[in-house]
C-alpha cells in the first residue's frame, strides 16, 4: 500500500498571501494524484487530477505541480472561501487507492 | 448535473451488517467506477472499494473480507454491505463517482460526492 504524507498538518496564512501545500508519496505514483477541498460538514470536491489539471468549475488560483513522490498544492491568492481542509489522494497503485492525512488551512 | 444520495439505517449494532445504497440522479450510472468511501468523525479518508456498472469490483484489501458492492443499472443505484461491523466502522460514509480522465482514458480522481451519511455502529 502506498502512503501519502501531507505537510505541514496546519498551515496559517493571511487572505490575499500564497499557500503551498505539500504531499509525498511512499513509492513513485508517476502524475496519478488528485487534490481534494474539504470544509467542515461537507463531501471533499475534486479541485485538480493527474497532478495539475484543473478539475472543472476550479478557479485558476489553483495549482498542482510535480510527479513521482513530490507534489505540491498552490493557492496563488487566498481568498476567504479556501479556508479548509486539503487531501491529496493517490491512484497509480490499487488497491487501495489511498489519501493523505490532510492539512488544515487556516486564517493567519 | 450529477447528484448522489446515501440512504440507510444510521446506526447499527456490533457484530451486525452495514448497508447503505447510493441513488444517482441527474445522469447515468453507465460508463463509470462508482465507489464507497468512509472518514471517521475528525479523520482523514479511506476508500472502501467501487464498482463498475458492468459490476466488476474492486475492493479495499484490508476490508475485503467484509466487504460487498452491488449495483443495480435499472435503478440507478448501488449498494454497500459491510458485515460483522465494530465501534472502528463508524464513520461518514461516501458515495462518489470516479472521473474519467479525458488525456489518460482513465480514472482521474471523484468528481461527484453524495452529501456522506453517518453510520454509528452501538448496541
Known amino acids: 500500500e502506498i502512503v501519502m504524507t501531507q505537510s505541514p498538518a496546519t498551515l496559517s496564512v493571511s487572505p490575499g498571501e500564497r499557500a503551498t501545500l505539500s504531499c509525498r508519496a511512499s513509492?513513485?505514483?508517476?502524475?496519478?494524484l488528485a487534490w481534494y477541498q474539504q470544509k467542515p460538514g461537507q463531501a471533499p470536491r475534486l479541485l485538480i487530477y493527474g497532478a495539475s489539471t484543473r478539475a472543472t468549475g476550479i478557479p485558476a488560483r489553483f495549482s498542482g505541480s510535480g510527479s513521482g513522490t513530490e507534489f505540491t498544492l498552490t493557492i496563488s491568492s487566498l481568498q476567504s472561501e479556501d479556508f479548509a481542509v486539503y487531501y491529496c489522494q493517490q491512484y497509480n497503485n490499487w488497491p487501495p487507492w489511498t489519501f493523505g492525512q490532510g492539512t488544515k488551512l487556516e486564517i493567519k | 448535473q450529477v447528484q448522489l444520495q446515501e440512504s440507510g439505517p444510521g446506526l447499527v449494532k456490533p457484530s451486525e451488517t452495514l448497508s447503505l445504497t447510493c441513488t444517482v440522479s441527474?445522469?447515468?450510472?453507465?460508463?463509470?467506477?462508482w465507489s464507497w468511501i468512509r472518514q471517521p468523525p475528525g479523520k482523514g479518508l479511506e476508500w472502501i472499494g467501487y464498482?463498475?456498472?458492468?459490476?466488476?469490483?474492486n475492493y479495499n484489501p484490508s476490508l475485503k473480507s467484509r466487504v460487498t458492492i452491488s449495483v443495480d443499472t435499472s435503478k440507478n443505484q448501488f449498494s454497500l454491505k459491510l458485515s460483522s461491523v465494530t465501534a472502528a466502522d463508524t464513520a461518514v460514509y461516501y458515495c462518489?463517482?470516479?472521473?474519467?480522465?479525458?488525456?489518460?482514458?482513465?480514472?482521474?480522481?471523484?468528481?461527484?460526492w453524495g452529501q456522506g451519511t453517518l453510520v454509528t455502529v452501538s448496541s
Open positions: 464498482i463498475y456498472y458492468s459490476g466488476s469490483t
Open positions: 462518489a463517482r470516479g472521473h474519467y480522465d479525458i488525456l489518460t482514458g482513465g480514472f482521474g480522481g471523484f468528481d461527484y
Open positions: 513509492q513513485s505514483v508517476s502524475s496519478n
Open positions: 441527474g445522469g447515468s450510472i453507465s460508463s463509470y467506477y
